[in-house]
């Protein structure tokens, strides 16, 4: 399979940590170009000195209000969209706590980064998504899962519904607009060593986790065969 | 708000009315829907003209050069005051000159010429093309309509087609579309495809200003829409454009020998009764007063008398006018 990454205009959110940062790096090193949101405005610039030509935008994917300045910036930056990565996650309570301990505003936010966020800014970018399906470019969106969209583990309970309904809304993204050219996928990368699981589970040990520049290997792979499979860019 | 119309005027004279969402009725199987996929930037900002300390308004209205560049762009100048005043009540912006330079929130601009009127300029903002992108996100707001009771946001002003940002004002006849009709369309063995036309505002509210419209526009035509349109053309479907910048894309693409040709170039020029079109066989649009260039553009596709007892039908239903208003199809009558 030729690699598809060469010139593809591909917006990742997360991208200063963890995953994220593991899939700019992976997307730069294969020649895509590549725009990534995170909140923390000197982390972005940080990140984006590190690898050169990639467009780094300051945004929190849970407040509507910072939604379609990412997307003008995207848009602009990368003259269209061929691949969205909906990577950014909120835990909701950390340390982790059984529902019945949970805030409110846990649960909120949680919905906020993992479900909203992605559902919103697809919605934003969709038109740029269905152009880069008509012409044969693209038109992939990825949205990062986890296991806990599928099982039910106690303490995990706002980002496992979060991840369950952004799992189900994946689903029928893709049943509805796979006609137009945009597919979409639900991808669990696994556990790994990252800030978010440290939060998650602090004592874990590390050793036994995947590396995030392993699981974004996966995850471009997943993207790969997606395109590989629509008969474009391959 | 009641549900959007459509009023379809054959070029034989014949009106019939449709609830918008029933587009798809009126066309035919191996026909090809061609719709305009820019965004629209948040083109007003405001800030301060630094020579002079005055407040003013910076509508950017087009690109300065053919590339897109994000640094160059053409643009009025308003003086104190916002939309909720009408155009011709606000103050006179200060003078401006070349080399002025203009504080517009976290964007640094200079006026590099000053284009035929002492409102029309064109600027150069200063730093990356990333730090004006996001000087423009931030700071930039969606240029306003008098007739709207609130504030558009962004989101009101992309259509669900919304892709590239590259037009001033809205492509306004693709709010008509929504992913419901364009899958419609699809199961009908409708052909749908769309261009990038980097549109500029179509008026400025001073008819001085207004004769310096339409700037030259940038659009873009995809290869795939270019193969789309002589498919359709070799097996006698029929183009239908939505809204009158595919319209001026298409038609300029085809000026030489009628074949639209994918790739950019720069559409000059106005479409109107004397105009002989090549591609375009029908046009879907907002109900527009007669006098405005929309409404000459129309006369390209029905004569005059067709559209005048179009207008009275229009009138007669109440059909509401404006960018979020309802719609018309004109088409050439069925065979």
Redesign the interface.
């Known amino acids: 399979m030729k690699n598809p990454f060469p010139g593809l205009r591909v917006a990742v959110t997360g991208g200063t940590s963890g995953l994220g940062l593991a899939l700019v790096h992976l997307l730069h090193e294969d020649g895509a170009r590549v725009a990534f949101a995170a909140r923390d405005r000197k982390r972005v610039a940080s990140v984006?000195r590190a690898y050169a030509g990639t467009?780094?935008?300051?945004g929190n994917v849970a407040l509507k209000d910072d939604i379609?300045?990412?997307a003008?910036?995207i848009?602009?930056?990368l003259?269209?969209?061929d691949v969205l990565i909906n990577n950014a996650s909120d835990l909701g309570s950390t340390p982790l706590a059984l529902l019945g301990d949970t805030q409110c505003e846990d649960l909120e936010r949680a919905l906020a980064t993992n479900l909203l966020g992605p559902f919103r800014l697809t919605k934003?970018l969709?038109?740029?998504l269905?152009?880069s399906g008509?012409?044969?470019r693209g038109g992939v969106v990825l949205n990062v899962s986890s296991d806990a969209a599928i099982n039910a583990y106690p303490t995990w309970g706002a980002y496992s519904a979060s991840k369950a309904a952004l799992r189900h809304l994946t689903l029928i993204w893709d049943e509805?607009?796979s006609?137009?050219g945009v597919r979409f996928l639900s991808v669990d990368p696994g556990d790994m060593d990252t800030p978010l699981h440290a939060l998650a589970v602090p004592d874990a040990d590390v050793s036994t986790l995947k590396r995030p520049e392993a699981a974004a290997r996966e995850l471009l792979d997943a993207i790969k065969q997606t395109l590989a499979t629509k008969g474009m860019a391959a | 708000m009641t549900a959007p119309r459509l009023l379809v005027i054959d070029a034989r004279g014949g009106l019939r009315h449709f609830p918008r969402e029933r587009l798809v009725d009126t066309l035919r199987t191996g026909d090809l829907v061609v719709a305009n996929d820019a965004a629209t930037m948040p083109a007003s900002l405001h800030g301060i003209h630094v020579a002079s300390g005055e407040p003013i308004e910076v509508r950017l209205a087009g690109w300065s050069s053919v590339t897109t560049d994000i640094a160059g762009f053409t643009a009025v100048v308003f003086g104190a005051g916002d939309f909720h005043m009408k155009t011709e009540d606000r103050p006179s912006p200060p003078a401006i000159a070349v080399h002025d330079a203009l504080a517009l929130g976290p964007l640094s601009a200079t006026v590099t010429q000053v284009l035929g009127h002492a409102r029309l300029v064109a600027l150069h903002f200063s730093g990356s093309s990333d730090e004006i992108w996001a000087g423009i996100a931030q700071h930039g707001r969606p240029v306003q309509y008098a007739h709207e009771q609130s504030p558009l946001a962004l989101w009101d002003v992309w259509t669900a087609l919304a892709g590239r940002p590259v037009a001033f004002e809205p492509p306004s006849a693709g709010f008509a579309l929504d992913w419901q009709i364009i899958g419609a369309l699809r199961s009908r063995h409708i052909g749908f495809a769309t261009i990038t036309h980097a549109a500029g505002i179509s008026s400025t509210g001073d008819a001085d200003l207004d004769q310096h419209l339409p700037f030259d526009e940038p659009y873009d035509v995809p290869m795939s829409t270019a193969s789309a349109i002589a498919r359709t053309r070799a097996s006698g479907g029929r183009i239908i454009a939505i809204g009158t910048t595919v319209v001026r894309a298409l038609e300029h693409s085809a000026r030489s020998d009628g074949m639209v040709r994918a790739g950019s170039d720069i559409a000059t020029g106005r479409i109107g009764r004397a105009t002989r079109l090549r591609v375009v066989d029908a046009i879907l649009t907002g109900v527009h007063e007669r006098g405005t260039s929309h409404y000459e553009l129309l006369r390209a596709f029905a004569d005059d008398d067709t559209l005048s007892a179009a207008d009275g039908e229009l009138a007669a239903h109440q059909y509401r006018l404006h960018e979020f208003g309802d719609s018309v199809l004109v088409i050439p009558a069925a065979l």
């Open positions: 984006a467009h780094g935008i300051a379609y300045p990412m003008l910036q848009l602009g930056e003259g269209g969209l934003a969709l038109g740029a269905a152009a008509r012409e044969g509805e607009m006609g137009q």
